[in-house]
């Protein structure tokens, strides 16, 4: 800010940055602008004219997000420009644009989604004239499919563009765009296609008017109708910040809230639509296998069984914690099968390795921010684009601003930028790791460089080699330092980096998630309490008596011999920590269906049954446990970043080795049913259906 | 001007003429690496021209992937342009000019002229033929009423047109004749009826001294290298409002010399 200029705003003279908009001057001045197309985290598009303001002496009035402070001449007597916000000229100005807008904007508000959260309806009450005076035939526009998830009215469109810049900008994919000019302007996708970004649900929020609105919620609910529950998302591990909106129960939309460390002020189509699952498949009560029928029972019933299964030989028994599966819950988990004595314990279905060395060695210690500061990133094994569509956004942000390279190695993939693909194996990397050319120059060259390795990496079998060749890529290309730890993990479950904090983990002599249940099919193990551990095939269970605390009825729940109704992301207070390492809060939006219970005192009714009464009768005593036991969960908020990243070295990750030439593969199939929730819903169905077509499409 | 849609009708499959493809490699060249799509407007002009008068979709899609861009960008483009034809047209485009100039002398005539050789604004005649619609100003006011008539070997502006003239001009092109641009009525380009009546003095210029302008050298210099830019992207694209205008700045050159 070495630049600054002085400029007079509704007489009073304040000092701002020269590359300031005159819009953002103003609103540092306190001035309110109203503005339409304008939006910070797009480019501007200058359209609307909502934001003219005086500039005394100019002719015309000034359109305040298009024209900078430097450009401002001062007046002449040398004093600073005089800027009106509340004149005559500014008022009559903003009548006539809005009286512009609303000549072909339908009166429909009482039919309209958009109605109580409009910002026309808004700017109309606070800025419009009080009638119309328009006589013509108002025009209409053909309504345009735009897929399962974005609702068209177009005639309500004021095309602000705010949605074109949104797709070509944010999300990357240039599908929408301004169709022929002038009055028949009209918003669409090219021939009415579905959109295909995983982001497209955000161009509804960006949407001023009612013209794009949400098709799974359409005519649901007024917004005053809803009760507003701030929360974090659970479908990726990014940990997005959002707002659960319900009514009666029932959740009826998610949106985003603004995070600059984490989402920004998105939300991927996944994490937005979700909800409809929340209300299928639904585990309402506690049900017991019965002649291979699930039946339902009582709570004492089922409790008694699962303490019976429990109080046998700890060797016997084993625990899986799954991806949904929330912090406090896990604690508790642990802490009754420790009681037991149980040390088969692993919260990685997948049958990561992750977990065993420091805590750089999981987590994405550059956070999500900090890619913003890097000049450089080797992907390898993952598609962050399907994976954490937040993390993707915004390293195409970072690639799009600054001079980001990219390579990557593994499966070639759209991400939206553009990639240096180096290959698609695990020699491969072992190549580049030798290499001083190619991608290996450019890790060289770079200030800030990263690695980001995909969390399916590790299921690999020679993970640990991969792990130790990945250690010294980050140590060859001087990824870590005091200031800078660019060697990043991005896991994809929202309960994994929580799960190893605490070490859900086997203890001394315990079987991990693939001994488990090579070990049930052998007979060795005899109960396993899964704990929404919905990822792993039900034939794998062997014979193993099956308890299933959950929310879905999904896969885990067909194998379970047993099963106990938990609380879904949004019916209970928790914890979630993200690939990051940042723990957040999620709050209660609803309450559990049916007669299902807060995961934690299902925990804690099932160890007082099993004769070892947990040490906690309310969620803050566990969290205080929770807490002294693992400081790492008290710092609400925090992600650590480049802390302790001195003594982090890469290079002892692992264990060296021969890495096998398999090519890497990706952790997700289909983005759309990635866990229970998602897979119960209709609507992600719906997504998925279209991904489908477009890629038999493309194959042809 | 009407909304603008894509053709129902669509060609089951369309290839842009090695011809048309090197035309356009010229105003690629134009531009800087990773800046093909600048190219973009003359592209579609010469494709156009290339599918017969109109643009069907599939040119739109071959468009987008020659130049490297989204289809839907293609799409705003062509769309946006009226000169850009959504819908076939016959053999022969008829674009008469239908602003105030034209109309006070006379396009209303023409326009009848069109509804009885054609059809309605918008059609095609039914041996495919002759297609009109009616434009905002060409820019050949002086010579109003005038049309445009697009066609694979032109665009060329048709000027001083009476009911008759225009109607026996049409009758020419479905003939397969070639007729001559411009004005119908006798006179050369925009000059009064009946020949020119100022700067006619014999001997007008006789007594001016040719004298070499402070630029000469570098206007001589420049000639060459200019026309030999020009020459090749220009020579088909725009014959016909080229020539007039050719011809005005020949006239000028010799009032100065």
Known sequence: MSDLRKVNIDGEEIEVPADYTLMQACEEAGAEIPRFCYHERLSIAGNCRMCLVEWVGAPKPQASCALQVKDLRPNRDGTPANIRTNSETVKKAREGVMEFLLINHPLDCPICDQGGECDLQDQAMAYGRDASRFQENKRAVDDKFMGPLVKTIMTRCIQCTRCVRFITEVAGVSEIGLASRGEDAEITTYLEKSLTSEMSGNVIDLCPVGALTSKPYAFNARPWELEPTESIDVMDAVGSNIRVDSRGGRVLRILPIINEDINEEWISDKTRFVWDGLGRQRLDKPYIRKNGKLTAASWDEALDLAASKLKGDPEGIAALAGDLADTESMKALKDLMDGLGVKNLDCRQDGSSLGTGPRQEYLMNTTIAGIERADALLIVGANPRMEAPLVNTRIRKTWIEGD??????????????????????????????????????????????????????????????????????????????????????????????????MGFLPGKGGKDTNAILKAAQKGDIKTIFSLGADEIAEVDFGKAFVIYQGSHGDQGAHRADLVLPGAAYTEKDALWVNTEGRVQMGFMAVPPKGEAKFDWAILRALSEKCGRTLPYDSLDELRAKLFADHPTFAGLGHAPGAEGADKFDPSKLGKAGKVKADAFGLAIDDFYFTNPIARASQVMADCSAVGDETLSEAAE | MSLRRLAKEQPANFEISKAALKEIDIWVQKYPEGRQKSALIPALWITQKDAGGWLPEAALRALGDLLDMP???????????????????????????????????????????????????????????????????????????????????????????????????????????????GPKNGRFTSEPEGGANTLISKGLYSKVTKKALPNAVKKARKKPTKKAAAKKPAAKKKAAPKKPTAKKTAAKKKVKS
């Not at chain 1, 580049?432 to 450019?442: E, I, M, P, R, T």
């Not at chain 2, 100039?101 to 059809?119: F, M, Q, S, Y």
């Not at chain 2, 905002?136 to 001083?160: F, K, R, T």
């Open chain 1, 404 to 501: 980001l390279k990219i390579g990557l190695i593994g499966e070639a993939c759209d991400l939206t930028y553009d990639v240096d693909h180096i290959g698609a194996t695990a020699s491969d990397l072992e190549k580049l790791a030798k290499s001083n050319s190619g991608f290996a120059k450019v890790l060289k060259g770079a200030k800030n460089p990263m690695i980001l390795i995909g969390a399916n990496v590790f299921t690999r079998a020679d993970s640990a080699q991969i792990q130790n060749l990945c250690g010294a890529i980050a140590k060859k290309f001087k990824m870590v330092r005091a200031d800078w730890n660019g060697y990043n993990v991005l896991q994809t479950a929202a309960s994994r980096v929580a799960g190893l904090d």
């Open chain 2, 71 to 181: 289809y839907i960008r293609v799409y705003e483009v062509a769309t946006f342009y009226t000169m850009f034809n959504l819908e076939p047209v016959g053999t022969h485009h008829v674009q008469l000019c239908g602003t105030t100039p034209c109309w006070l002398r006379g396009a209303g005539d023409l326009k009848k002229v069109c509804e009885d050789k054609i059809g309605p604004k918008g059609s095609t005649s039914h041996d495919g033929q002759l297609s009109w619609i009616e434009v905002e100003c060409l820019g050949a006011c002086a010579n109003a009423p005038m049309v445009q008539i697009s066609n694979a070997d032109s665009d060329h502006y048709y000027e001083d047109l009476t009911p008759e003239s225009f109607g026996k001009l049409l009758d020419d092109l479905v003939a397969g004749k070639k007729p001559e641009q």
